[in-house]
């Protein structure tokens, strides 16, 4: 089993910065994409930001310039850097990461963090 654990989510002021982890552990051979998703209030859940195994990037238009997502392929950890935030980026964030297994990939989910951005 896997389990992924996202940390560092809070209250912050618009215009203010964030970084939020994601850290993967228990059976893992290897991982492949790794991504941020959210949710807001009433509203769908929705991909932010994602990454491959060897780095390569994709982002929500309505992020793009803000949000940097990174990853740590020895401690299994993304990252996301979260600039400029505006109230309408307050939600629920959730990581994912798809783990290879021989034959097979298993995606995984993170519990949420929330991130409310309030003056």
């Known amino acids: 089993q896997v389990q992924l654990v996202e940390s560092g989510g809070g209250l912050v002021q618009p215009g203010g910065s964030l970084r939020i982890s994601c850290a993967a552990s228990?059976?893992?051979?290897?991982?492949?994409?790794m991504g941020w998703y959210r949710q807001g209030s009433g509203k769908e859940r929705e991909s932010v930001a994602t990454i491959t195994s060897d780095g390569r990037t994709n982002y929500a238009d309505s992020v793009k310039g803000r949000f940097a997502i990174s990853r740590d392929n020895f401690k299994n950890t993304v990252y996301l850097q979260m600039n400029s935030l505006k109230p309408e980026d307050t939600a629920v964030y959730y990581c994912?990461?798809?783990?290879?297994?021989?034959?097979?990939?298993?995606?995984?989910w993170g519990q949420g963090t929330q991130v409310t951005v309030s003056s």
């Open positions: 994912n990461a798809d783990v290879r297994y021989t034959g097979r990939t298993v995606t995984y």
């Open positions: 228990g059976s893992i051979f290897s991982i492949g994409a």
